[in-house]
């Protein structure tokens, strides 16, 4: 019996505001434990949660993102529990009336080889909704530590319909996920520091049929491989237990990330009752149809349409274009360039390669990796250096030396020509002359060369660069070193 | 028992009022230091009988008095409120002082923070001034729910003050405080202020904003004063109402108002509507008379005496103890054992941190309410009950509404009995929540309305009469209770203690 996978996502993101969902308290991850509390984060006696404005704005333009339909009301309900995370041992979220409904995102699945782009699909959002953070516990040997600077901080719930079939969608949901709200200034989606969170439910049914079979629920997905490992750990393990004639329990499961195994947490009989009711201290929300407007015409383009648009109007390859865009400060970074200097191909190849190499460089001993708008260069700098290598000013060999020393100094291209002297030399005449010196030093190469071997002229050709301290005009150099023993 | 006061009671500055009091202050008759100390005083003479405070602080009070006193003499007095000593009910955070909610639960609780209401009443300058005994959490009818001790009625040592505001009550009828804070949720400002003879009122659900009134039922609850006349609470109203940008649920009047103008110079006759509903069984018969009487008054004044139905009134207790229990439950999961609360020696993990701090913690009455308000919202039944009351509670309003397009205000007995003997309930809650049977459904429709003494009964117990307004209509309900007042001499009378 074949059997295929249904996999549904709940994503929890942090959204990037100032203050918490329902207090001015302020957020910022690493701060010294317990610092970011207020009466109202900590649920004191008396304490009233008040809405945060930016947030109901950060998720409109999630929405819009997502091609959802953004609520004409929404309103905020108690989700009961006690757990001693959460301070009032109630969660404000919004159950029956979400910001935002339906939805879908564009993912991109990996292709047969790193260089080659996968197939395109849309992978359908039932709704997203705000809800608040509760605080973190630490679990030591006898004791568990609770730290509340987390908690009230506002998140976005995206919920996708059961729409992904294999770990493999999942993963790329995920990452179209994270670039997509990167790129929107919603989150910043470091899942290590907890700004991303995906449960993951998923069931298995015999191929073809139409019913869904049941599901388990994997919770607190902390890394993107977990989820996968996970996903497909499950699937098997479900698949086992059909197989054996057995059936599925519907229940919660935790991933063991050191034992690479999941365990049931609590069962479906177990499941909490969570006694939703409205939040009787916060008033609906109205959402303003002219400002809802606003906030769509204000978005920036997304990812995809933006891969899409540099292989069309670019012609960029899907090499380059893969490592450009998910980042947006870099496509950013690249069109200003082109801007200044119409030569698209080129430009990508100094960023992807050299550009990147060097923001990098400081990471390889713990720093993280600069970022483009970080650094000293500007689009200007890659702009001329491609330009005067396109003017033949310098060598495309001689242009990897200029890069490096632009990147430490800031200063333009061409003053650095100009001050270690780095200018092509296209004089004919000492070009010829050293290429009669070279051939009649090294008669095993040119007799090589002759015999049908191409290769052999790099050897004559580097006495030559050396002379000229790598100046020699290299299209210059090979035609004439050609001319001399064809 | 009671006798009807001396008229030398009557000149000691603790059965004196704010409006007597605030010109005395400001004609320099009087200093707040004086005054202070002598309530005070009285306090000390007094307390161990009537038992209206959980605790007080003399030397912080003498030290906001001599305060008070230097800001008048520097001219820079605050208004009528500058320097009147006003006690606090034991469910509003002041900052340092302990907010124990007259519960075990929050007995080693110290707020960090004073309620928006208390803000106001510092901005006024006012002496803020102890933690008055309640129900625990606000729960109950009678005081007699305090983890601490119980609260006597000043007319009557061996009966309750009512509740849940009981020890506030006392406090204003025994002169151990010019005038206090209480809340209101199903009428425990009101019902309270009837058994003790003095006037309570709770405002519009949304005019005094909540933060930092601990949550009991939060659709329900608003903070109000009692005070010895309406005119009092009027100043003290007019000083604590405004929107709050910490309290979503708090609203600006949507006309700006002017109580104590309002009922100097509105003068009647009004159209007065009376609920034939609320004189149907249960009601003492001293009380409905009364009533009557006091009816009678109004018509002798050329008022319209309008017969209303507010047909859904038999609801209004169940539904009631299905919004506010279900609400409660929520409000009071916070108290868990692991941040502020009390926390139990005896866990060893978190669900029995939970339950047994929540166990030790809370009275009878308390997990009574949590018990039932859980079981209303829990699955399967939260349709039947909590989705229900609320559609009910709606048709609730909808009467007032309707009767309101016809009356200008609703009379209506407070409390349908006067105060009852210690004991004499606390074994049958059902018994203690009729109590409120007449303040219940106002609190459900967010109406202002307000307690003011209409006689006693042959014992020589108080009486009060419920003025009900519409919605944002204080100034016209302040009016007709003021009118009511001036005519009678029931605010000049005290217990003797």
Known sequence: MQYEAVIGLEIHVQLKTRTKMFTAAPYNYGAAANTLTDAVVLGLPGSLPVLNHSAIEKCVQLGHMLDCEIAEVCKWDRKNYFYPDSPKNYQLTQNEQPLCIGGRLEIELPGPSRNVEGAHRWVTLNRIHLEEDPGKLTHEAFDTLIDFNRAGVPLAEIVTEPDMSSSEEAVAFLNALRNLIIYGNISDCDMEKGQMRCDANISIRPLGSQKLGTRTEMKNLNSISNVRASIEYEIERQTEILEAGGSIVQETRRWDVDQAISFSLRSKEEAHD?????????VPVQLDRTRVAELKAALPERPFDKQRRFQTKFELPYTLTSVLCPTRELCQFFEDAVALHPAPKAIANYITNDLLRELSAGSEHGASALAVNDCQLTPAHIANLVQIIDAGLISKQIGKEVFTEMFKTAEMPEQIVERLGLKQSSDSDE??????????????????YQAGNEKALNALKGPVMKATQGKANPALLHQLLKQLID | MTQLSQSENMSSLFNQTI???????????????????????RTQAVEARVKAFIEFDEADALQQAKASDARRAAGQSLGPLDGIPIGIKDTLAVKDQPLRCASKMLENYVSP??????????????????????????????????????TANPWDLERIPGGSSGGSAAAVAAGEAIATLGSDTGGS????????????????????????LVAFASSLDQV???????????????????????????????????????????????????????????????????????????KSQGCEIVDVSLPHSNLAVPVYYIVATAEASSNLARFDGVRYSHRSQEANDAISLFSKSRGEGFGDEVKRRIILG???????????????????????????????????????????????????????????YLSDVYTISVNLAGLPAISVPSGFTQSGLPIGLQVIGKAFGEEDMFAVAHAFEQAHDYQQQTPQL
Not at chain 1, 277 to 282: E, G
Not at chain 2, 263 to 279: D, M, T
């Open chain 2, 224 to 298: 109000g004063p009692f005070t010895r006349t309406v005119e009092d609470a009027a100043i003290l109203l007019q000083a604590m109402i405004g929107k709050d940008p910490l309290d979503s649920t708090s609203i600006e009047a949507p006309v700006k108002p002017d109580y104590v103008a309002a009922l100097k110079s509105k003068k009647g006759p009004w159209k007065l509507g009376v609920p034939r509903e609320f004189f149907a069984a249960g009601i003492d018969p001293e009380v409905k008379a009364n009533i009557e009487q006091a009816i009678q008054w109004y």
């Open chain 2, 19 to 41: 409006t007597q009091l605030s010109a005395a202050l400001i004609a320099g008759e009087l200093s707040s230091l004086e005054l202070t100390q002598a309530i005070i005083d």
């Open chain 2, 374 to 432: 859980t079981y209303v919202l829990s699955s399967g039944y939260y349709d039947a009950y909590y989705l229900r009351a609320q559609k009910i509670r709606r048709l609730i309003l909808a009467d007032f509404e309707a009767a309101f397009t016809q009356v200008d205000a609703i009379l209506t007995p407070t409390s349908p009995t006067p105060a009852f003997k210690r004991g004499e309930r606390s074994q049958d809650p059902l018994a203690m």
């Open chain 2, 189 to 212: 400002i009101r019902q309270p202020a009837a058994l003790c003879g003095v006037v309570g009122m709770k405002p519009t659900y949304g005019l005094i904003s909540r933060y930092g």
């Open chain 2, 113 to 150: 923070y004073d309620a928006s209401c208390v803000v106001k009443l510092r901005e006024a300058g006012a002496v803020i001034w102890g933690r008055l005994n309640m129900d625990e959490f606000a729960m109950g009818s009678s005081t007699e729910n305090s983890a601490y001790h119980s």
């Open chain 1, 431 to 448: 070009i010829e002359a050293l290429c009669r010196a070279a051939i009649a030093g090294n008669a095993k190469a040119v007799a090589q």
């Open chain 1, 274 to 282: 969570y006694r939703y009711f409205p939040d009787p201290d916060l």
